[in-house]
């Protein structure tokens, strides 16, 4: 990256450093972030000063602004040394959020640098992206498979009616079992794994060493890879790009590794939720078997990634009401733009005219989730929910939806359970070692122990991290 000049905001323009900002992360945005957004609107606009852990941030809060800024790259970039405060010295040595922000991967990179990265994953996805090739059509019969083991688990452990969280007995261990496979990572290295994501992502006082911890079981994976390839995406990301050094390939492991784990795993959730909640859309698209629609309506009421990753402004721009100075931080907001987005197609003026589509769960422009990438995350998220809906005859929210626990933060809002009364299909029988009758709809054989193992560790990691 070139040298950057800061140059000065107009006079007649309040620079952000000068405002007195609210800060964004409070008991009312825990509760409710939906007011906080509106308020905030109401207040100053499209766009929003506000305080983040301590630090001014431009939160833009409206769709149209929100797109402006995820699809002009060249003036809103996402290298963190755009960073004026950050340049300057001026951010406090252990603000949690920047350890995540410092590791030098795709998501943080711009141009030709931003582009051949890309390319590369792009590659070593593409075998698993097309359902007729062998590793596209295993890697769906194993996301289905391991759903269904799970499923089999929980009959065996609560019985074919009673009670279950979804999240820690369901989508946290299938995703972390799909990047097992994926990723072609031995079982010890994932534990822990999920757990240092939340860390990071949530800006605890853990942040810094879960990232550290994070990148370390990634680059080990890469060397084991590197000595031993298979038929996963660590090694088909070396054989695109073979020059990759452990190192690097770690860091483009550990961004797949928040997307595939957090943020799928959101999606999965989130749908669930809305379905549970009883959406009328949701439920309709999902009466009507179209899956991918019923996450897309769900996507735009609950996004995965509420604000997402920082952009920095490669020179004075006016956005909404403010002249945002070069160097500044914007953080678009998904969750206030979905707000804004079907605000705007309720009313009577415009009619029903927003698409479902136009959610932001995969982002948008140059550093949008890669079409492999969605592709991959589309496929596992309506397998995981159709799977759910397969296998359960009943089931019901033990908690009222103003009283499910979510993990707040400045980048995801994402349950913490998903407390259910269930009933399971006649056709699900519990499974467990030993057991002398197979189950029928669900195969948990020779995977068993291997799952259970998994399953367990994990589930001990979530109820000791809530």
Known sequence: MEAHPYTGAP????????????PLLTAEFDADPGAVYD??????????????????VWLVLDYREVLEVLKNENQWRRDVRYWRARAEG??????PLLAGYEVRQTMFMDDEEHRAARVTLHSALRPFQEPSTPQGWELRATVARYADELVGMLAAESGTAGFADLG??????????????LFGCPVELGDELVMDLWRML?????AGPATGRALAAMTRLAAHRRARPGDDLTSYMLLADPGMSDEQLGRELF???????????????NTLLEVLRGNAGVRRSLSAGQFGETVNRAALVNPPVANMCFRFAARDALLGDFCVRAGDVVSPSAAAAHQDLLAIG?????????STRAHLGWGAGPHGCPSAARELGGMIVTTAVGRVFDHFTKAELTLPPDQLPWRTGPVVRGLRLLPVRYELSGRVRPSAPGAREEPVAVDTGRGDSHVRGMLSALRRLMFGNR
């Open 11 to 22: 006079a007649d323009r309040p620079r952000l450093e000068s405002l007195p900002v609210q």
């Open 39 to 56: 308020r905030l609107r109401r207040t100053y606009g499209p766009v929003a000063p506000v305080g983040l852990m301590g630090v001014p």
């Open 90 to 95: 001026r951010l406090p040595h252990d603000w």
């Open 168 to 181: 820690a007995q369901y989508t946290r261990p299938l995703l972390l079992m799909v990047t097992t496979k």
């Open 202 to 206: 949530d800006g605890g006082p853990d």
């Open 255 to 269: 961004m797949n590794a928040v997307y595939l784990n957090d943020i799928t795993g959101n999606m999965v959730l």
């Open 346 to 354: 309720s009313s009577p003026m415009v009619g029903s005219t927003v």
